[in-house]
C-alpha cells in the first residue's frame, strides 16, 4: 500500500495556500486524479517522486518512508505525455537502460526486455529509433521500460493526452493489467473523465490543493454533489 499522510508543501511565494494530500492507493490498483489545472496533481506526483520536497507529512510504502530518500533510490516509475526517451538510442536499448543503464545485462535481463518488447507489441522494431515511431509507439516503450524496472509505485502524468481515443483505451488496459500482475501501486492524471472510468475503481477530484472528494469513479462522475466537480465536469 502507498499512503500519503498529511504531506504539505508550497511554493514559498503564499504559504497561506498550502497543499495538503491524504491518500492510501492500494497495491495492484490505478487511482485516477482529476481536477482543475493547477490544482496540485502534477505537484503531488512530483512529491512522490522526490522533484519537490514536502514541508511536512509522510509517504509510505507498506509502512516504510520515502521521504529521506533520493529520487535514484525511490521506487518509484514515472511517465510523463512527452515519452522521456533518448533520440540517438534504438527502442531495445531505450529499454534495456531500465535495467541498468550501464547496459551490462545478465541473460535473465536480456529476457526480460524481449518479454516486455513483446507484450507491448514492439518485436520487430528493436532497432529503430524514437524518431521513427509513432506516438503510440513510442509511449509503449516508457510503458516496456516500466516493466523492467520492476518498481513498485507507477505515476502518469498525462501519459497518453496526445493519443487518439482508442489507443488511449489500449494502452489503458495495459497499464491496469501491468498493475496487477506486479502488484503496483498507480495514480494516474488525466483531464479526461473516460479515463479515469476505464482505468480505476476509485477516483481522487483535487481542487486547491487538497483531495476533495474521493469515492467510486462513476459516483464521483455522475452522481457528486460538490459544485466544484459540477464546474470542472459541465456537461460530460
Known sequence: MLEINQLRFDYGCDTASAMQFDLQIQAGEVLSLIGPSGSGKSTLLSLIAGFLTPRSGQILLDGGSLEKLSVAERPVSIVFQQHNL???????TNVAIGVDPSLRLTRQ??????????????????????????GGQRQRVTLA??????????????????????????????VKNLVKEK????????????DALIASARTAFICEGRVAELTATRELLEESQLPQVRSYLGSV
Open 86 to 92: 533518448f533520440p540517438h538510442l534504438d527502442l531495445y
Open 183 to 194: 502488484n503496483m501501486a498507480a495514480l494516474l492524471v488525466s483531464h479526461q473523465p473516460r
Open 109 to 134: 535481463q536480456a529476457g526480460a526486455v524481449t518479454a516486455a518488447l513483446e507484450r507491448l507489441g514492439l518485436v520487430g522494431l528493436e532497432r529503430r529509433k524514437p524518431g521513427e515511431l509513432s
Open 145 to 174: 521500460r516500466t516493466m523492467v524496472r520492476e518498481r513498485k509505485i507507477l505515476l502518469l502524468d498525462e501519459a497518453f493526452a496526445a493519443l487518439g481515443p482508442a489507443l488511449r483505451e489500449e494502452l489503458i488496459e495495459l
